[in-house]
């Protein structure tokens, strides 16, 4: 598989507002971080849009959400707090939510999406929650892909201390990124899925 040029792939940040009522949040005020699958056709506009990786982020509102919305295309969403103005902000959500996604990415062909899956993994290596078992080589055709076989942790919530779930194995395909494009993917997914408390 071809390198990905991480630089020209933008994940969204956190937006400060309500998606359905456009209201700001106000500093310490719960709301709902949402990834939404964006349009596969790009519509036709002057200006040529950056590449994407499949996903945009949409905030909306804890009372919106209650009362029902949510926005189009909705493909995973977490729970997080508008910072207090020059409060130091957490890198990253909570476990569950990077879980989350590596398990609803699970079944896709799309590169981008392979290359986020990739990423993801690597975060949750670095935080002890999944451990590399080793990797199976594949033929198809003229490329041979590599899949890394990896043990997760039986009880995420207890972190790196858990034990792990000898009778689980998830299955991830390595993409063939370098490391600048692993730098750039795994800061800008910390962009995306940051928790604001």
């Known amino acids: 598989m071809s390198s990905l040029n991480a630089s020209a792939y933008e994940l969204p ?26 349009e596969t056709s790009a519509e036709p ?5 950056a590449p994407s990786l499949g996903f945009a982020r949409v905030d909306v509102s ?14 995973s969403f977490w729970k997080t707090t508008q910072p207090e103005p020059n409060a130091k902000k957490s890198p990253w959500a909570d ?10 990415l699970a079944d896709t062909e799309d590169r981008k999406r392979l290359a986020l ?3 993801i993994t690597l975060v949750l290596m670095r935080k002890k929650l999944l451990r590399y078992d080793g990797a199976e080589k594949h033929d198809e055709g ?16 207890k972190g790196p201390l858990g034990k ?11 993409p063939g990124l370098t490391e600048d494009d692993v730098a750039l993917l795994i800061e800008q997914l910390g962009q995306i899925v940051e928790i604001d408390d």
């Open 13 to 38: 940040r956190a937006t400060g507002s309500c998606a359905s009522t456009g209201r700001a949040f106000e500093p310490g005020e719960p709301y709902f971080a949402a990834l939404v699958e964006t």
């Open 45 to 49: 506009s002057s200006k040529p849009a």
């Open 62 to 75: 804890a009372e919106a959400w209650d009362s029902g919305y949510r926005p189009e295309r909705l493909f």
């Open 95 to 104: 476990d569950s939510v990077l879980l989350d996604l590596l398990e609803r």
């Open 117 to 119: 899956r990739h990423v």
């Open 142 to 157: 003229d490329e041979t892909r590599t899949v890394w076989q990896l043990t997760p942790k039986l009880d995420p919530a």
């Open 164 to 174: 792990w779930n000898e009778d689980r194995q998830i299955s991830v395909l390595d």
